[in-house]
């Protein structure tokens, strides 16, 4: 990329990460994905947004449609909205080529969930391997705080690795959460996610760290924990497809299903727009209907 092209992307990276406050992980996705673009629009020529146009843009679209999924390129869009508008916003290109893009629907899908027996089986599975010999106490006990908050709590991996033990109110049963963006929120946690806590702690190797997952200096990695989640699916013999994320979808339809409220939901969960939780609606209108199937003589 030449210098204009490369000026500009770091400009924009630096903002979505300063102002935005985007994290790593998405800002190397932007990055990635306007890469791609600009690969497909001037090869190893000379990169200027300014001659972007709106017709360059529509073409990358139906070019990605052919080679690659459909929610890949709704991100790849999405970058390139957001790249543009910034351009544009700072008198950097004349007009916002993204104006009006045709960009491809993504099908409405149902999050996928644990049931409640595979949840007990899964929070049951560190203890299990444990008394096989498997691991240690420290990791069984480790291990099964992080499942109990991810259920307990509905948080995401990235709250999860950076809980310090200072946020944690065990006497009220509750910890502070920094989400997306750096915005703050307040989760309950369990009874069993709350001794869970405690009884890792109690034996934890590092005493003094601040962090709750602290490895060393460092927390785990958002690898590791996955690493695990898949270590105890296999030993619960249930679907390997299953992650941290899909116990977050479980928490929230669990709730739902027994008459938390959508605004509530929406607080724990920690969504900026309310439109994000009422996936888990359609979750519940789901379940309604296999009962309805299933139980109804005219169905």
């Given amino acids: 990329m030449q210098a204009n092209g490369n000026h500009a992307l770091a400009q924009y990276c630096e903002y979505i990460r300063s102002e935005r406050r985007f994290s790593p992980a ?22 200027d947004f300014f001659e972007v146009s709106h017709r360059d843009l529509q073409d990358f679209i139906i070019e990605e449609q052919r080679n690659r999924r459909r929610t890949t390129v709704h991100n790849h869009v999405s970058a390139l909205r957001s790249l ?10 004349a007009t916002n080529p993204t104006v009006d893009l045709l960009t491809p629907k993504l099908e409405k899908t149902l999050p996928k969930i644990f049931t409640l027996s595979q949840i007990k089986e899964l929070l049951a599975a560190p203890m299990r391997a444990l008394g096989n010999k498997k691991i240690s106490a420290e990791i069984a006990l480790r291990d099964a705080m992080i499942l109990e908050l991810f259920y307990g709590a509905g948080l995401r991996i990235g709250e999860l690795r950076n809980i310090e033990i200072a946020d944690i109110d065990f006497t009220n049963r509750i910890l502070k ?17 709350s001794d869970a806590i405690r009884q890792y702690l109690s034996i934890r190797e590092n005493q003094s760290a601040p962090k709750l997952l602290a490895r060393g200096e460092q927390p785990l990695t958002a690898r590791e924990i ?14 390997a497809d299953l992650s941290p994320h899909k116990m977050r979808h479980s928490y929230a339809t669990h709730l739902l299903n027994a008459g938390a409220d959508l605004r509530l939901l929406q607080e724990l969960l920690g969504h900026a727009n309310l439109s994000t939780t009422q ?17 109804h003589p005219r169905a």
């Fill in 279 to 295: 996936i888990y609606t359609h979750v519940d209108s789901a379940r309604m209907k296999s009962i309805h199937s299933s139980c």
């Fill in 84 to 93: 543009f508008e910034f351009l544009f916003e700072n008198g950097k290109i």
């Fill in 177 to 193: 959460v920094l989400g997306k963006r750096s915005k703050e929120r307040i989760c309950p946690f369990s009874m069993a996610a």
């Fill in 226 to 239: 996955q690493y695990r989640l898949k270590f105890y699916l296999r030993c619960s013999g249930l679907p």
């Fill in 26 to 47: 998405t800002v190397a996705t932007y990055k990635n994905a306007i890469n791609v673009f600009v690969a497909w629009k001037f090869g190893s020529g000379c990169v």
